[in-house]
C-alpha cells in the first residue's frame, strides 16, 4: 500500500514538471509570436515609406534618345567646324598630359576593392526640369555620396556640370546632358568613361522639389554676403516664385550674415552662378546639403514622419529594399560621421572652353581620377 502511494507521487510530480516545461514552452511561444508581429509591423512600416518613392529600373529608362529638346544651347560633336575641332584637340590633348605617375596599379586597385567593402558611393542628382512630368532633364547638382563606415565620415564630391566629357553612343557634351540622353544608366557610364569612377546607385530630386525638403525640415542657417542676396533676390528668387506661384520671398536685409533661409531662398541661393562661378555654387550646394543632414539630427520622430510622408514620394532611385533598410538602420551613426567636401575638376586640371559659342571645361581626367580615389580612399 505504501509503495503504490509513492508510486502516484512520482506520477504527480512528474506530471508537474511537465505542466512547468510547457508553460516555458507557451512563454516563449508567445514572446516569439510578439516579436514576430513587431518585426512585422516594422517591416509594414519601412515598405510602406520605401514604396512612397519613385523605384526606377535603370535599365528600363536606359534608351539613348540624340534627338531632344535641349534648353540651353546643346553642343552637338558633329556640328563642329573643322577649326573648333582642331582647337578643342589641341586644348584637350595640352590639358591631358600623360605624367610618369600611374593612374592606377595592381596595388592599388586591389586595397580600393577591400575598401569598397566599407564604402558606399551613392550619386545625388538634382535635376532642373521646367515641365512637369518629364522624367529626363539636367543633371545640374550631381555629388558623389560616399559614406566610409570604417573611417566614420561621409564625403560628398561635387562634379561641374559644364565638364566636357565623352558620352557613350552620343558624343562629346557637357555632362549635365548625359542624363536628358540616357537617364541615370547613361549618366553612370559617362562618369566611369571619363573618371574611373563605378557608380550604380543613385539617388535623384527636382530643384523645385528641393524647396519642400528645406521647408520639411524648418529651413536652414547659412552665411550670406551683399552679392549673394542681390543676385538672389533680382535673377532667382522672382523665377522661382513664378514656377511655384509662391508668395515675395525676398531677402530685405542687404548686408552680410548667418540667415534663415526657407525653400525658396535655399534654392536660389544654390543656383547663384555669377558669383564666383560655377565652383562657388557647388560649394553653396554642399552647404546646403550638409545644413539638410544637420537640422536632420534635430527632429523628432513624429517631425520625421511628416518629412518622409512629404519629401519621399519626390524622389527617385534604384535603391533596392535591403540597401535602404541598411541606411535607415544606421542612419543615426551615419548623421554623426564628420563630413569631408570636395569637388571636381580640382585646381590645376581644367581650361575654360568655348564649343559652339558655350562655355566649357576641359579637364585631365587622369588628375581626377586620382585625387577622388585619395580623397575617398586614402590611395
Known sequence: MGFAVKKNDVRVKERKKLTLRQKIIIALGAVLCVAIIIMATAYGVFVHYYNKMNITDIDKDSQI??????????????????????????????????????????????????????????????????????????????????????????????????????????????????????????????????????????????????????????????????????????????YINKSLKAGSNIIKVNKSGKYHLNGVQALAYSRVRYVGSDFARTERQRNVMGQIIKKTKTLSVSELNSMADIVLPMVSTNLTQGEVMSLLVNAKEYLNYKIVNGRMPIDGSYKYMKIRGASVLGVNFDKNKRYWYNLVYGK
Open 65 to 238: 534618345v540624340t534627338a531632344v529638346d535641349y534648353e540651353e544651347g546643346d553642343i552637338n560633336d558633329n556640328e563642329l567646324t573643322d577649326e573648333e575641332r582642331q582647337q578643342l584637340e589641341n586644348l584637350y590633348n595640352e590639358n591631358n598630359e600623360k605624367t610618369d605617375e600611374p593612374v592606377e596599379n595592381d596595388d592599388i586597385q586591389e586595397s580600393i576593392k577591400f575598401d569598397e567593402k566599407n564604402v558606399t558611393n551613392i550619386l545625388l542628382v538634382g535635376t532642373d526640369s521646367r515641365k512637369k512630368g518629364v522624367k529626363r532633364s539636367r543633371t545640374d547638382t550631381m555629388v558623389i555620396l560616399s559614406i566610409d563606415k570604417n573611417n566614420k565620415r561621409m564625403t560628398m564630391t561635387s562634379i561641374l556640370r559644364d565638364t566636357y566629357v565623352k558620352i557613350p553612343g552620343v558624343g562629346k557634351n557637357r555632362l549635365n546632358a548625359a542624363f536628358v540622353f540616357g537617364g541615370p544608366k547613361l549618366l553612370f557610364k559617362t562618369i566611369d568613361e571619363n573618371f574611373g569612377i563605378k557608380i550604380d546607385r543613385y539617388v535623384q530630386i527636382d530643384f523645385y522639389n528641393f524647396v519642400a525638403l528645406v521647408d520639411a525640415v524648418g529651413g536652414v542657417d547659412l552665411p550670406l554676403t551683399p552679392a549673394e542676396i542681390k543676385v538672389m533676390n533680382k535673377t532667382y528668387i522672382p
